[in-house]
């Protein structure tokens, strides 16, 4: 177990539908970065968060959107959700030390668009 | 999105046997990190390099950070059912690049699936 939690485990709907995937990080982590993977992409990064500012943005889709609460759990939106959006999305966070830092991955959420 | 080239992109041993994997970039990477993922799970953090040339085990595991910055490697020695999944290579440019903000995200590599032959 990571520490890293993520819900829902599985999310089924249909096209151009809206969906927030939620991240919890590990107590003490301030940063939680968002994750693609799918069959044709791999993983991709897609937003990172530190102490609740954005920090960092990847190959994140215009409809897609994040934000990090004071509590330090995030939230990822996805909305006009298309078939090819369908993936396997993971949050992680990091702790860092004197030699670097280390990304620790929640389960992850599937989502099926259809 | 980029990704890393790692191979072989799968394999077919016997158990007992030893694997061994890599990880090459076009670009350098300060930090090299190796992840395992099992079926509908989340990767999970197997090896972690942070200085170029060193050499770190955690059980029958060994990996190393290229003289380079722009590889790694991953061995697992005396290989047992449970080494079954895919592993994940990921590189993170880290605090040395020149900037700090963005460089902490992680680019990975296509993976290696790995198979045990009954």
């Known amino acids: 177990d990571s520490g890293v939690t993520q819900t829902p485990k599985h999310l089924i709907t249909a096209t151009g539908q809206r969906v927030t995937l939620r991240c919890s990080p590990r107590s003490g982590d301030l940063s939680v970065y968002w994750y693609q993977q799918s069959l044709d992409q791999g993983l991709q990064f897609l937003i990172q968060?530190?102490?609740?500012?954005?920090?960092a943005k990847g190959n994140i889709l215009e409809r897609f959107s994040a934000q990090q609460f004071p509590d330090l759990h995030s939230e990822l939106n996805l909305s006009s959700l298309e078939l090819g959006d369908s993936a396997l999305y993971f949050c992680a966070s990091s702790v860092s030390s004197t030699l670097g830092e280390t990304q620790y991955f929640g389960p992850g959420t599937r989502l099926l668009v259809l | 999105g980029q990704q890393l080239n790692q191979s072989p992109q799968s394999m077919f041993i016997q158990e007992g046997e030893d694997v061994s994997m890599n990880c090459t970039s076009s670009s350098i990477f300060n930090t090299w990190l190796w992840y395992k993922q099992d079926p509908g799970e989340g990767p999970v953090l197997l090896i972690a390099l942070y200085k170029a040339g060193e050499l770190t085990s955690n059980g029958r595991l060994t990996a190393q950070f290229g003289i380079t910055r722009k590889d790694s490697f991953l061995n697992i020695s005396a290989s047992i059912p449970s080494d079954v999944g895919i592993y994940f290579c990921a590189g993170q440019k880290g605090h040395e690049a020149e900037s700090n903000f963005g460089n902490e995200k992680l680019t990975f590599g296509t993976g290696t699936r790995l198979t045990i032959i009954p």
């Open positions: 968060y530190y102490n609740g500012e954005e920090r």
